[in-house]
């Protein structure tokens, strides 16, 4: 019986030690974010600044809150968003999604954003010849 409630304890106090060892992903990050959209013409059709308060938060995370803040109704068809405003994506000029100034080499859902940094997303609508010449 002894025996029994010394590993009962001795099993609570390592519990209790390790209980504290969470994976620092599931702590929850505060992570500044700029989202802007730009239309053909290059007018900003959406601008929005703020912080996300999120565990392992992703550029979509921010995009979906800037839109959410805005009010601007946007598209996304098979994981790519392909509208904004009212404006949809055609086979020649589409949306582009541009992460801190670059166009994005991943798509907006694998993207995570960066603690401690200011993070830019955005989307400019343009000509998919022309943009992808430029890099």
């Known amino acids: 019986m002894k025996k029994t409630i010394s590993l009962c304890l001795l099993l609570v106090v390592i519990l209790s030690v390790f ?3 969470a994976d620092t992903n599931d702590k929850a990050l505060e992570v500044p974010y700029i989202v802007s959209i730009v ?3 290059g007018t900003e059709i959406l601008y929005d600044a703020g912080t996300l308060v999120k565990n392992s938060p992703k550029a979509s995370d921010a995009l979906q809150e800037a839109c959410r803040n805005q009010k601007l109704v946007y598209t996304n068809s098979n994981g790519l968003y392909d509208g904004f405003g009212g404006i949809k994506s055609t ?3 589409g949306w582009l999604f541009y992460f801190n100034g ?3 080499s991943q798509g ?3 993207v995570l954003l960066l603690e401690n940094q200011q993070n830019v997303i955005e989307f400019r609508y343009e000509n998919y010849s022309e943009a992808f010449t430029l890099q």
Do not use: F, K, M
């Open 108 to 110: 907006i859902e694998d």
């Open 91 to 93: 086979t020649e000029n």
């Open 19 to 21: 209980s504290g060892c």
């Open 102 to 104: 670059d166009l994005a």
């Open 39 to 41: 239309d053909a013409e």
